[in-house]
T-cell receptor, first 113, second 118 residues
Framework: GQQVMQIPQYQHVQEGEDFTTYCNSSTTLSNIQWYKQRPGGHPVFLIQLVKSGEVKKQKRLTFQFGEAKKNSSLHITATQTTDVGTYFCAGFLNAGNNRKLIWGLGTSLAVNP | DTEVTQTPKHLVMGMTNKKSLKCEQHMGHRAMYWYKQKAKKPPELMFVYSYEKLSINESVPSRFSPECPNSSLLNLHLHALQPEDSALYLC?????????????????FGNGTRLTVT
């Protein structure tokens, strides 16, 4: 079945270091969404990428959608302790009657102060 | 702060109990969802309502029974659950149109109900 692979599963960084999580789909996606879930919290929508090759920035966060719309990345510059949490990508598959949001397994980020 | 409100925040129930989870949103969204999330896993879709009609049931066991009384409310009725049903249950909402093009709209999640089945 369709899958969205997300790596790494865990990442432990020192505050100030950069962080990147990657998602790869076996199928072309209509769009990809990114969510952040703090420990004990609920997923919070960060951004949606729709166009091939799209790049969007939110302060220290940079999101990319691949040219083939099969991969995406989230890069955090100079991590802070407030960045701690699990980052999920979720790709929307829209193929005929098959419309569904496919979630990656998430990358759990820990930041040492 | 979340604009999707879920109650209760925590629930402990026995396998013979009947309980209900409630969700409310006032963002004018006409698509509402129930997700189940186990620890260290992504949310897993259970049900989708579009314009108060059930549009997706992801082969969820009948011991989970959803209900959408109106465009702002979503309930999940629980009966005869198993310990493996213990999880975080998340309600979400999103924009949609009558054609059903909701599933690529960002999801707004509630805080969730943490359910423990004993």
């Amino acid at each position: 079945g369709q899958q969205v692979m997300q790596i790494p599963q865990y990442q432990h960084v020192q505050e100030g270091e950069d962080f990147t999580t990657y998602c790869n789909s076996s199928t072309t996606l209509s769009n990809i969404q990114w969510y952040k879930q703090r420990p004990g919290g609920h997923p919070v929508f960060l951004i949606q990428l729709v166009k091939s090759g799209e790049v969007k920035k939110q302060k220290r966060l940079t999101f990319q959608f691949g040219e083939a719309k099969k991969n995406s990345s989230l890069h955090i510059t100079a991590t802070q302790t407030t960045d701690v949490g699990t980052y999920f990508c979720a790709g929307f598959l829209n193929a005929g009657n098959n419309r569904k949001l496919i979630w990656g397994l998430g990358t759990s980020l820990a930041v040492n102060p | 702060d979340t604009e999707v409100t879920q109650t209760p925040k925590h629930l402990v129930m026995g396998m013979t109990n009947k309980k209900s989870l409630k969700c409310e949103q006032h963002m004018g969204h006409r698509a509402m969802y129930w997700y189940k999330q186990k620890a260290k896993k992504p949310p897993e879709l259970m049900f989708v309502y579009s314009y108060e009609k059930l549009s997706i049931n992801e082969s969820v066991p009948s011991r989970f029974s959803p209900e959408c009384p109106n465009s702002s409310l979503l309930n999940l009725h629980l009966h005869a659950l198993q310990p493996e049903d213990s999880a975080l249950y998340l309600c979400a909402s999103s924009f949609t149109d009558r054609g059903g093009s909701s599933y690529n709209s960002p999801l707004h999640f509630g805080n969730g109900t943490r359910l423990t089945v004993t």
